[in-house]
């Protein structure tokens, strides 16, 4: 398989990405799982295969109409032969390992512009008198496909960006590193999301267990016997996330001032963690590095019975960085935002704050639309307000 091929060829990456079973083997085209009759109108599984067209790495218009298939004779819902699809019984070994038995020829009057269109007009020629037997066949089969690490970060192929049509939107978010300092309710969701992202690794950063507690505010489900092992949090996101991606880097220990250079070589940084003092040495040695990061912090406590507070997301870049100082934005005592050392912690709020960090840090990126460039907001629980502030 050429996975580069299908990746910057927009016929075969739609083949794909809409769930056709594609692998492109020496030079032709192969797709698996397609759905037709036999004489006894029994619904089978065949193999197209069709010559590729190549202009270097991407396919140009199919110089043929032709294409060849693997299977029995090929059958109408009555169980007569299609003879107007097959043009002639072949017996050959076109590629390695896989022997055709028909060759197909239907050609429009302008030929086919694609391998999609082409594809798809075979793909259904054969179907509908599958479907006329079984409606519930179908060619596209959503297949899992695999990935090496030289062709992606994800351990199989990210066809959501592909099919939302915004590829190069989400390359934007390809940085080499980037942090998640504090492992907590919010670090561990901001985790979730961008580790979705094709940045290239993602390193953690906390020196804490997982334990019960943790499992109430945080994504995911550890288990009973998780949790009896004290696993480091760390430890147990990164085998967690490694499953669906390569670059989840555990870093089992605390930054503070002693070793807060190690954020120096990194291309953002998350701040999830409530010790003020630590956190005053890391941005400091963040700004120094020319590094941009968001903080973030929530604010809760009880009145009448119910929670009530605030969550706030403060961005740093070299673009601005005074408000930081001037404007106090970011609180250096212990214990974090106002009440938050009564550690009143709830699974949603934590995941509204990494999700309000991750989407700033995606405008910064250029991944959205960002006309007022704040630098610090603050979601108010009891008025449902976000208020922006400290634009560039």
């Not at 016929?11 to 594609?22: A, K, P």
């Not at 193999?47 to 109408?76: M, N, R, Y």
């Not at 590829?167 to 934007?172: M, R």
């Not at 670090?187 to 979730?192: E, I, K, P, Q, W």
Request: glycine share 8%; charged share 20%; hydrophobic share 40%.
């Amino acid at each position: 398989m050429s996975p580069a091929l299908v990746a910057r060829s927009a016929d075969l990456r739609q083949l794909r990405d809409e769930g056709y079973e594609v692998t492109v083997e020496h030079g032709h085209l192969v797709v698996s799982h397609v759905p037709y009759l036999n004489a006894q109108r029994e619904v089978k599984l065949g193999i197209l295969v069709s010559k590729l067209s190549l202009a270097g790495d991407t396919t140009i218009t199919p110089e043929t109409h032709v294409v060849h298939f693997a299977g029995e004779q090929p059958c109408d819902a009555n169980g007569q032969p299609l003879n107007k699809v097959i043009h002639s019984p072949v017996q050959e070994q076109i590629i390695p390992g896989l022997t055709v038995n028909y060759m197909f020829s239907n050609k429009p009057d302008a030929g086919y512009p694609n391998y999609y269109a082409k594809i798809t007009t075979y793909v259904a020629l054969l179907g509908t008198h599958a479907a006329a037997v079984d409606p519930s066949v179908t060619a596209r089969t959503f297949q899992v496909v695999e990935t090496d690490a030289s062709e992606s970060v994800f351990r199989y192929l990210d066809t959501a960006s592909s099919r939302a049509g915004i590829a190069a939107i989400n390359a934007k978010l390809a940085m080499p590193r980037v942090a998640v300092v504090g492992l907590g309710g919010s670090g561990s969701y901001v985790l979730d999301l961008i580790a979705k992202v094709p940045v290239r690794e993602i390193h953690l950063f906390d020196g804490d267990d997982l334990l019960q507690h943790n499992a109430f505010r945080a994504p995911g489900a550890p288990s009973l016997e998780q949790l009896r092992q004290r696993p480091k949090k760390v430890d147990h996101y990164a085998e967690m996330y490694g499953a669906m991606r390569r670059g989840v880097v555990a870093h089992p220990y605390f930054l503070d001032e002693t070793n807060a250079n190690e954020l120096q070589c990194m291309s953002f940084v998350f701040l999830c963690m409530d010790q003020g003092e630590s956190k005053r040495h890391l941005i400091k040695a963040m700004e120094a590095a020319g590094i941009a990061f968001v903080d973030v912090g929530m604010g809760l406590y009880t009145v009448d019975d119910m929670i009530a507070g605030h969550l706030r997301t403060t961005t740093s870049t070299p673009q601005k960085r005074d408000h930081i100082w001037d404007q106090r934005r970011i609180p250096f005592e212990d214990g974090g935002d106002d009440d938050y050392g009564t550690n009143i912690q709830i699974a949603e709020l934590n995941a509204l704050n990494a999700a309000y960090a991750v989407i700033r840090w995606k405008k910064w990126r250029g991944f959205y639309a960002d006309l007022e460039q704040e630098h610090h907001s603050v979601y108010t629980i009891t008025t449902n307000c976000l208020v922006g502030d400290d634009q560039t």
